[in-house]
């Protein structure tokens, strides 16, 4: 019978993936070099999980002690420099391996924080960290506005829903690698489609409205 | 008898609720959407803390352990919200509220530090570095050259003041509710001073000037 | 006789020293003023110690407890605003200097994360963090493009070999004072060659070109 620790290694391991994916991708859009696609992949795909251990505070981060590690980020380099003159649709990619990361991520930060005894409200907001973090960091790195802050788009919010159901369906005794599958599944479904419909919160003061945009929130389709 | 624990707590929280609006108010002029001025708000607020506790090293950091410290940062979203539109003065009052973060980082920050068992430099480095730490991940985050970098103000020295001060009168014995809001009126009125008079230090080459000015250091009214 | 500990304690102070400079001269090519000089060199000369301790994460980073190593960036502020109006040639002493840290971080970092027990592939890993780490964090907080990911140089694959020989060194039991002063040399020489030779490594993405440029790959001259 295949553990737990297993299971939750090896999703941590395939979000670490589609982040290194994401971030290999920026930096071929960035027209950086080979082995800044190398690094950029590693900051995006490792960034989270290590502010995340550093939060956490019991010992170096696993992504520096466990060499699995790095194989995604070569691995994503490598998919990204052979494969991506044939598969042009940048931005569209980036965004969906970006959502898998996210929807892994914020289960699996979630659940090694409720590993190492915190407090639930300290649970969600550490899997939101997680899953936010990398992003973040991939795009400050390569001076870009976050797209944490890119108001055309939902991104934090599914995953305060994946943390949440996680924390949740924990302290419920309900959680499994059934139930995480249909945690990923929502938070992904939830991020791509509100990126592919376009919907959106409102803005950061009330009356306010996006430029060349008339409507309401939550509503429209991207133009 | 109120203890002096709960004090550094609520001083604390106060700073962080004004550092949160800070984050808000830049949320607001980028044009983020609300979700987007409550990560704001929130990386502004606790961000000089969790740096902070990190480098103290002693568990995870507060901010993620006691969830009092998320609701200054939802409460400076929902103020900057709803009543942002009526009070139009961007500019002086994100300098205000980042001016109020300011002075009351730099004496908790040098508090913990002092309270974790560290030295005295390092009681001052630290914080400074609680003091200016939130608003720099802020501007960094927001894709602006930090305010603490902005060479129309002075912006460190006030924070260095205040970390130095607080370390003094605890080693003379004299540090106290009363002689912390000293401190908190002498760093806030020396940073808002400089900002409205225009104070400044040299450029980091002698004989170089700011653009457009012909003045010379520490003279000049805000044009 | 000189111990170990001395001899590594001052080969990181004279690269803090080096990173201090860069964050001056930089600091300077940005018009910041001097407290800015002094903060921007701080930033450059101990954020890659103080990542590399707090992944190590045994007690606060050595730049907070450790005064010493302060003075290296307030005398690399005084050096350059002193001495830089006469020497204006910018871009080629900020990357002197800053290869002369990266030289001599990559081993010191990697030689601080073997001491605490971490696996080869971790400590290599390290002592490359720690030196482009500085560097890194100097470039995102004045707002520039790293050149960590400036496509028309090597910057990471030196410290790679750095910190690979001085791990191969060290587990052969070859590791001395002498060797350490040997792989300095080649990281300094290999960084600085390929600057002035304009040796690149291809584009993140096969068959994707430098604009301007028609060479392949790790030839030319810089124009």
């Not at 190492?116 to 409200?121: I, R």
Request: aromatic share 12%; charged share 10%; net charge positive.
């Amino acid at each position: 019978m295949i553990s737990f620790d297993i299971v939750l290694l090896w999703l941590d391991l395939i979000g670490v993936f589609f982040f290194a994916v994401s971030g290999s991708l920026l930096a071929a859009r960035k027209q950086f070099d080979f082995v800044g696609s190398i690094l950029l992949a590693s900051i995006a795909a490792l960034g989270g999980g290590v502010i995340r251990d550093i939060v956490i505070n019991a010992g170096p981060p696993i992504a520096f002690t466990n060499p699995a590690y790095l194989a995604p980020p070569l691995l994503a380099a490598l998919l990204v420099y052979y494969l991506f003159s044939s598969v042009q649709r940048f931005t569209s990619l980036l965004t969906l391996f970006d959502a898998g990361g996210l929807a892994l991520f914020c289960i699996t930060g979630t659940l090694k924080a409720i590993s190492a005894g915190m407090n639930p409200v300290a649970a969600i907001l550490l899997g939101v960290t997680t899953g936010v973090g990398g992003g973040l960091l991939r795009d400050i790195t390569a001076n870009e506005i976050p797209t944490l802050f890119n108001n055309r788009d939902i991104y934090a919010l599914p995953a305060f829903v994946g943390a949440g159901l996680t924390t949740l369906l924990w302290h419920l005794g309900l959680f499994s690698g059934l139930t995480a599958c249909v945690i990923a599944g929502v938070v992904f479904t939830f991020r791509v489609t509100a990126w592919r419909r376009g919907w959106y919160v409102p803005l950061a003061v009330r009356g306010w409205h996006r430029a060349g945009t008339g409507g309401g929130a939550i509503s429209g389709a991207r133009d």
